[in-house]
């Protein structure tokens, strides 16, 4: 019965749509505009020698950018189609192959309104670029989960900008980022939202832990019927010790500062590359700096650090 049924609606939806194809056969290009100015997603319903028509194609992405998906693909890719379309609707952007991974547009034609809408359409390789992630998380701090690995791997300050006003963003860190170990991101996430310690990395420091702990139950509230549970919850991920802490400082300090755990990490994942426009820092820790590029594991564990130092970020 539920075979014949699905069947039923979908002849129902075939038929109507030959309907809509069939009303604009041999219909006048003027008609066809005034029609697509009403509904512009009826571009998919128009002939396909239509689809290639600049004034058609502009009516209809005037009044739905989205209707772009429907354009012939030398006019998704148009600047000026494009740009019409995506004033309509930013997430327009995902229809045109080219445009979406071309940083000259995107900047000269697209507003920060527009780029904080659409990052997440962008090209995997605009969405790894430090100008374009800036000023996405910037207008929208939930956009750091569409950013690129070596954003959310390598910049702190898009990172903590996000953590500090988006109470979700602390769990779209790369998993093997030592950002998840910098105290500043730390206590960001958790005084915006006491449930973030559930990301804590089981390789953060456990008087760090105890320090965000606090400042957790900090925000609750002990009228809330729900205070036991949400203490035990707390307790139940800033109490956990730190398993093969001295291994994983024998293996090499840089392992753990760079984020790559050795301990957990899958042979088969790799460190995510600097992204574009990424300006190395280097990082302190007690007066000896490390500039995130160290090839010579020997002569870095020569270095004079503890296995504490080398945790304790």
Known sequence: MGVKTNMYFWDKEAS???????????KEKEFIIEQLR????NLQYIPINMKSDRDVVLAAVRNDGTALEFASTNLQNNCEIVKAAVLQSPIAINFSEQLKGDKGFITSEMSKYIIGIGFEYLSENLRNDVDIANIAIRFNSCNLQYAGAGIRYWCKELVLSAVSRYDLAFKHVHRWSHLLHDTEILVAAVSLNWRN??????????????????IAKEQLNESDHTYGDNLRFIDAFTTQKLEGHEKVAEKSWVNVL??????????????????????????????????????DIDQANQLPFTSADAVIF
Not at 16 to 26: D, I, L, Q, V
Not at 204 to 211: G, Q
Not at 267 to 285: D, L, T
């Open 16 to 26: 109507e749509t030959e309907k809509k194809m069939s009303y604009y056969e041999g």
């Open 38 to 41: 009403k509904n512009g997603l």
């Open 197 to 214: 310690v559930q990301y804590l990395s089981r390789y953060t420091s456990a008087h760090v832990k105890e320090w965000l702990s606090k």
């Open 258 to 295: 760079t984020g790559l755990h050795t301990l957990s990490r899958s042979e088969n994942e790799e460190m995510p590359s600097y992204p574009e426009g990424f300006k190395q820092h280097q990082i302190s820790y007690n007066g000896i700096f490390y500039n995130g590029n160290v090839d």
